[in-house]
């Protein structure tokens, strides 16, 4: 497959999910059923996404998941937006709160841990590592001549 390749012609080229305020983010189905407290929402086939999975969800407050992983073909994106807690990389913990932006190349061996008396909420991307088509936002962006038509 080449950078350039198209989605298949199923895929709508817009698609709008509501994921539900965060408020009801714990009541999404368990990632796993080893891991009770972390509920999630993947967005791949909800939004037909092509070229990577998301996810939101959280980790009820003062759990953690009980495993650590890796993968395959993927690196991932964490971006926490509430809540506080620790990520293992490797080994080693750091503390993630909200505005935390973690990258972690698919080998890295990683867990996630809340703490504190909140949810920790957060999306997850994850993309095959090197597949990024390259260039810049602005690079690849292109202003195009037309109005803008904001609803009333
Ligand atoms: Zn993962």
């Known amino acids: 497959m080449s950078a350039t390749a198209t989605p298949p012609a199923a895929t709508p080229p817009f698609a709008l999910h509501e994921a539900g ?14 891991a009770p407290g972390r ?55 750091v503390p993630v709160g909200p505005g935390s932006c973690v990258r972690c190349a698919p080998e890295v061996r990683r867990s996630l841990r809340s703490v504190g008396d909140e949810p920790l909420r957060f999306l997850c991307v994850q993309a095959p590592a090197g597949g990024y088509g390259g260039g810049s936002t602005i690079d690849d962006g292109e202003i195009v001549d037309e109005p803008l038509v904001w609803r009333e």
């Not at 003062?62 to 073909?73: E, I, K, N, T």
């Not at 690196?75 to 080994?91: K, N």
């Open 21 to 34: 305020h965060p408020d009801v983010w714990a009541e999404f189905e368990p990632i796993s059923p080893h």
């Open 39 to 93: 509920p999630v929402k993947f967005l791949k086939d909800a939004l037909g996404l092509t070229a990577m999975e998301c996810s939101v969800g959280e980790l009820h407050a003062g759990s953690g998941l009980p495993f650590v992983h890796r993968h395959r073909r993927n690196e991932e994106l964490y971006v926490i937006f509430s809540g506080h807690g620790d990520f293992q990389a490797d080994g080693r913990s």
